[in-house]
């Protein structure tokens, strides 16, 4: 049977911490799903279909990702519903710091409650991508600094443009 994991976040922009987990989940599935969230709620620098692009120059371009081993989508529904829509029962989350853990364990607590049959993986980037954050590289390129170290050459390309 085949083994697919959802990986559902902003990716406002992907950052080489995402790309870390990604690289790592696929040592374990078959299969990564990088949904990228629609929620109306978050005041987001690009738009959904603008994240789309991104991850996918980011993953299959710059960085030449098997797209037949990663899937990039949108979405607009609970994480659980998609699961079951992707057929997957296993959802990728990533922990950067102990700070994130209280919010990570409660937001698996809740998925489990409303769907019983899917788990919550955990994995953690290498120590030297833990430090980044999507909202770290936006304010270092926007105030002009060097993002090199944190994201790929297009996602830097699109992170200037819309900062131009």
Same mark, same amino acid.
């Given at each position: 049977m085949k083994? *697919?994991?959802?990986?559902?976040?902003?990716?406002?922009p992907i950052t080489y911490g995402h790309i870390d987990l990604i690289k790592k989940a696929l040592n374990v599935v078959d299969t990564v799903i990088v949904a990228i969230s629609e929620?109306? *709620?978050?005041n987001y620098l690009f738009d959904s279909s603008e994240r789309l692009e991104i991850v996918k120059k980011a993953l299959f371009k710059d960085?030449? @990702?098997s797209n037949k081993k990663i899937?990039? &989508?949108?979405f607009n529904s609970l994480t659980t519903s998609l699961c079951r829509k992707m057929n997957s029962k296993i959802i990728l989350r990533g922990l950067r710091?102990?700070?994130? !853990?209280e919010y990570e364990y409660q937001l698996a607590g809740m998925?489990?409650? @409303? *769907?019983?049959? &899917?788990?919550t993986m !955990?994995?953690?980037?290498d120590i030297e991508n833990q430090i980044i954050s999507s909202n770290f590289v936006k304010e270092i390129i926007e105030l002009g600094g060097d993002i090199r170290k944190f994201t790929t050459p297009s996602t830097i390309k699109a992170l200037k443009n819309k900062y131009a």
């Open positions: 083994r *697919n994991v959802l990986y559902p976040g902003t990716f406002d929620n109306s *709620n978050k960085l030449k @990702l899937k990039v &989508i949108t710091a102990v700070s994130d !853990f998925n489990k409650k @409303l *769907n019983n049959k &899917i788990e !955990f994995l953690m980037s």
